[in-house]
T-cell receptor
Framework: SQQGEEDPQALSIQEGENATMNCSYKTSINNLQWYRQNSGRGLVHLILIRSNEREKHSGRLRVTLDTSKKSSSLLITASRAADTASYFCATDPRIYNTDKLIFGTGTRLQVFP | NAGVTQTPKFRVLKTGQSMTLLCAQDMNHEYMYWYRQDPGMGLRLIHYSVGEGTTAKGEVPDGYNVSRLKKQNFLLGLESAAPSQTSVYFC????????????FGQGTRLTVV
């Protein structure tokens, strides 16, 4: 079974609204990353948050991490049509000795103009 | 700067045929990964490598073999293709060390009939 699961599976919003997607994982981690995937393309790294961090910002992105609940959230503020994509969380589980990224199932975000 | 390049981009195989997918990176990364992406399943790790000459199994290794004879190349082989291996395959690479982002190729869409 997969390490991470995103919620919701799909999200539709209007331009200008905020989009929040959540990621839950199963085992202790070193860090958690969020990636974006445009349709038919490879994944692109967005932001990384380490296990000792609780919140991180990058432009219109805000990521939170709650290690006690084994969950993370990605907030995209003032969304744009160009933000339409799938978003994945990826964890680096502590049970492995080497860096190994395990991805979740993804959230498909649709932003309508 | 090419980054991570996958060849081929598309392929149709008959059941039982074999093929090799090639991943090449020009960023001098130590780590390389092969994932498969299926609808509703997110990305699942097939095999990975932490350096030239070393490989390790991921979450779904059965039916695949890999080799990392040169640092810049990571090959994924299917010895006897099955319809269940119809998927989009992504290669990724990253630097050594905890908390480094992964860079992805554009994917190979494989159909086994």
């Amino acid at each position: 079974s997969q390490q991470g699961e995103e919620d919701p599976q799909a999200l539709s919003i209007q331009e200008g609204e905020n989009a929040t997607m959540n990621c839950s994982y199963k085992t202790s981690i070193n860090n958690l990353q969020w990636y974006r995937q445009n349709s038919g393309r490879g994944l692109v790294h967005l932001i990384l948050i380490r296990s000792n961090e609780r919140e991180k910002h990058s432009g219109r992105l805000r990521v939170t991490l709650d290690t006690s609940k084994k969950s993370s959230s990605l907030l995209i503020t003032a969304s744009r049509a160009a933000d339409t994509a799938s978003y994945f969380c990826a964890t680096d589980p502590r049970i492995y000795n080497t860096d190994k990224l395990i991805f979740g199932t993804g959230t498909r975000l649709q932003v309508f103009p | 700067n090419a980054g991570v390049t996958q060849t081929p981009k598309f392929r149709v195989l008959k059941t039982g045929q074999s093929m090799t997918l090639l991943c090449a990176q020009d960023m001098n990364h130590e780590y390389m990964y092969w994932y498969r992406q299926d609808p509703g399943m997110g990305l699942r790790l097939i095999h990975y490598s932490v350096g030239e000459g070393t490989t390790a199994k991921g979450e779904v290794p059965d039916g695949y073999n890999v080799s990392r004879l040169k640092k810049q190349n990571f090959l994924l082989g299917l010895e006897s293709a099955a319809p269940s291996q119809t998927s989009v395959y992504f290669c990724a690479s990253s630097y050594v060390g905890e908390g480094t982002e992964a860079f992805f190729g554009q994917g190979t869409r494989l159909t086994v009939v």
